[in-house]
């Protein structure tokens, strides 16, 4: 039986696990990130910073918060393309198991075409030896009636072609006289 390849699953697969690694650097990134950020924060609780330095740590938490944001946005867009490689997947998957029962039913069609042929041909074979049978049965009873005609006419023929003739012999006739002129001298 042949089997049907996906040749978008090792394709598929190579892109999924790669971007499974690149979320997962990306949620690592997130995590130090956070760290860091609550590192800077409990390390300097006690300690007032100018309103310069104030400015500067917001701002770079201003940038963390938005590159924290682009890295959600990245993640949720490989989410959804995950999941959408992943439906595909399961749809090629269907169509590949649709195809395969598709392909057994054929084969298994395939491999009763001859018994089915052999069948038809025998129901219509029967019909044609039945009226050969009558055939060869209307053909005896008419060479026999032939037969018996034949001889019928025959018989016929003979009887109308028998000539009457006078028997000759030792009956009563007597001698028998030639007319004149047949050579009595």
Do not use: C, W
């Amino acid at each position: 039986m042949t089997q049907l390849v996906n040749p978008y699953s090792s394709t598929h697969q190579a892109e999924i696990a790669r971007l499974q690694d690149e979320l997962q650097m990306r949620d690592e990134l997130v995590q130090q990130l956070s760290r860091e950020l609550f590192r800077l924060v409990k390390g300097n609780a006690g300690f007032m910073p100018s309103p310069e330095v104030s400015e500067q740590h917001q701002a770079e938490v201003r940038a963390l918060r938005d590159q924290l944001h682009g890295v959600e946005q990245q993640v949720a867009f490989y989410q959804t393309q995950l999941e959408d490689r992943n439906s595909e997947v399961v749809q090629l998957r269907q169509t590949v198991q649709e195809l395969t029962d598709r392909t057994r039913m054929l084969e298994q069609v395939v491999q009763e075409l001859p018994k089915v042929y052999r069948q038809k041909f025998e129901e219509r074979m029967e019909a044609v030896r039945s009226r050969v049978s009558h055939l060869q049965r209307e053909n005896r009873q008419l060479q026999a009636e032939l037969q018996s005609v034949s001889y019928r006419l025959a018989v016929r023929t003979r009887r109308s072609q028998r000539l009457d003739l006078p028997s000759f012999g030792s009956g009563g006739l007597g001698p028998v006289s030639l007319p004149a002129g047949f050579g009595n001298s």
